[in-house]
């Protein structure tokens, strides 16, 4: 009976175990029928006129008691021409490969993860930094690389729409020279985002820009103030609308040192909540001194 009891009694403590615990798969399936000025037309699921990447990820999270959480992300990319890992990196899981503490105090991070100064430009761009955003596509340099490996990153909590993020790279996991800082600042409340986003490695120079969106129900337009390491710099500007279930998006992206202009018209077409269609043309100016390039996409995402 005792015995019984016992067993009863590491039954009922591992339930409680699992359902403080959760493990989720997830990912995205992106199929495009794209083409570029001088090219021909091919089937695309992680190309630059994709909405985005195909991929797949593992994330998980464990209630550890008095508020505090641990989690971990693995996410790779995959090809759906052919079934092959799609990188992003180098690696099998180098889209994404951490673990975090998370509680009131905020956030800890550790491993590979999209960078602080991407979560920035997220915040206001208007299409989500989709593959071919005008802005990623002009000025991608300022966001330091899109993700940091190594890193060693601090959240805050939310106060009030406010947040902020702190990432660090210690030299020993940069080369060995060079240790890398990572920051952004984020207040996102009602219909207004406003982020700054600043990295910078040891000894070298500083990128850094500051953006705003904001909703006005019926149309939503957003600008940004562009300035990376080196002779570029520049700004972004754009809007977009709603017509019936159809979203649209006009996107400007300019470099005023090279005078170049990145030009994109999207329109997307909700099929259901995890499932959209979407059409995309992007004008790259290549500088003053080269042909412009068209490039046009047409694809479906699906989300699970």
């Given at each position: 009976?005792?015995?019984?009891?016992?067993?009863?009694?590491?039954?009922?403590?591992?339930?409680?175990?699992?359902?403080?615990?959760?493990?989720?798969?997830?990912?995205?399936?992106?199929?495009?029928?794209?083409?570029?000025?001088?090219?021909?037309?091919?089937?695309?699921?992680?190309?630059?006129?994709?909405?985005?990447?195909?991929?797949?990820?593992?994330?998980?999270?464990?209630?550890?008691?008095?508020?505090?959480?641990?989690?971990?992300?693995?996410?790779?990319?995959?090809?759906?021409?052919?079934?092959?890992?799609?990188?992003?990196?180098?690696?099998?899981?180098?889209?994404?490969?951490?673990?975090?503490?998370?509680?009131?105090?905020?956030?800890?991070?550790?491993?590979?993860?999209?960078?602080?100064?991407?979560?920035?430009?997220?915040?206001?761009?208007?299409?989500?930094?989709?593959?071919?955003?005008?802005?990623?596509?002009?000025?991608?340099?300022?966001?330091?690389?899109?993700?940091n490996s190594s890193q060693i990153a601090y959240t805050t909590p939310n106060m009030g729409g406010f947040s902020a993020t702190l990432g660090y790279i210690l030299k020993g996991n940069n080369g060995?020279?060079?240790?890398?800082?990572?920051?952004?600042?984020?207040?996102?409340?009602?219909?207004?985002?406003?982020?700054?986003?600043?990295?910078?490695?040891?000894?070298?120079?500083?990128?850094?820009?500051?953006?705003?969106?904001?909703?006005?129900?019926?149309?939503?337009?957003?600008?940004?103030?562009?300035?990376?390491?080196?002779?570029?710099?520049?700004?972004?500007?754009?809007?977009?609308?709603?017509?019936?279930?159809?979203?649209?998006?006009?996107?400007?992206?300019?470099?005023?040192?090279?005078?170049?202009?990145?030009?994109?018209?999207?329109?997307?077409?909700?099929?259901?909540?995890?499932?959209?269609?979407?059409?995309?043309?992007?004008?790259?100016?290549?500088?003053?001194?080269?042909?412009?390039?068209?490039?046009?996409?047409?694809?479906?995402?699906?989300?699970?």
């Amino acid at each position: 009976m005792k015995k019984t009891l016992i067993a009863l009694a590491a039954v009922a403590a591992t339930g409680v175990a699992f359902a403080q615990s959760s493990v989720t798969l997830y990912g995205v399936a992106d199929a495009a029928l794209v083409k570029s000025t001088g090219s021909s037309a091919t089937l695309s699921s992680s190309g630059g006129m994709n909405n985005g990447s195909s991929r797949w990820g593992i994330r998980g999270t464990e209630d550890l008691g008095g508020g505090l959480k641990a989690g971990f992300n693995y996410e790779a990319g995959l090809s759906l021409n052919d079934g092959s890992v799609n990188q992003s990196g180098g690696n099998y899981f180098s889209r994404a490969a951490w673990m975090n503490l998370s509680g009131g105090f905020g956030e800890l991070r550790l491993g590979r993860t999209l960078n602080p100064s991407f979560f920035a430009a997220a915040a206001w761009e208007l299409t989500g930094t989709a593959n071919y955003s005008a802005v990623v596509g002009q000025f991608g340099a300022v966001l330091g690389g899109i993700r940091n490996s190594s890193q060693i990153a601090y959240t805050t909590p939310n106060m009030g729409g406010f947040s902020a993020t702190l990432g660090y790279i210690l030299k020993g996991n940069n080369g060995g020279e060079n240790a890398k800082v990572d920051l952004n600042a984020i207040y996102k409340n009602g219909p207004l985002a406003v982020a700054l986003g600043y990295n910078k490695v040891q000894n070298a120079e500083k990128n850094i820009h500051v953006g705003a969106n904001y909703n006005f129900g019926a149309f939503r337009v957003a600008g940004a103030i562009i300035d990376p390491a080196g002779d570029a710099k520049g700004f972004a500007i754009g809007g977009g609308m709603n017509a019936g279930p159809v979203s649209l998006v006009l996107d400007i992206a300019r470099d005023t040192e090279a005078k170049d202009t990145n030009v994109l018209f999207e329109v997307k077409y909700p099929l259901s909540k995890r499932t959209f269609a979407y059409g995309a043309f992007l004008r790259d100016g290549e500088g003053k001194n080269a042909e412009a390039i068209n490039n046009f996409g047409l694809g479906i995402r699906h989300n699970f």
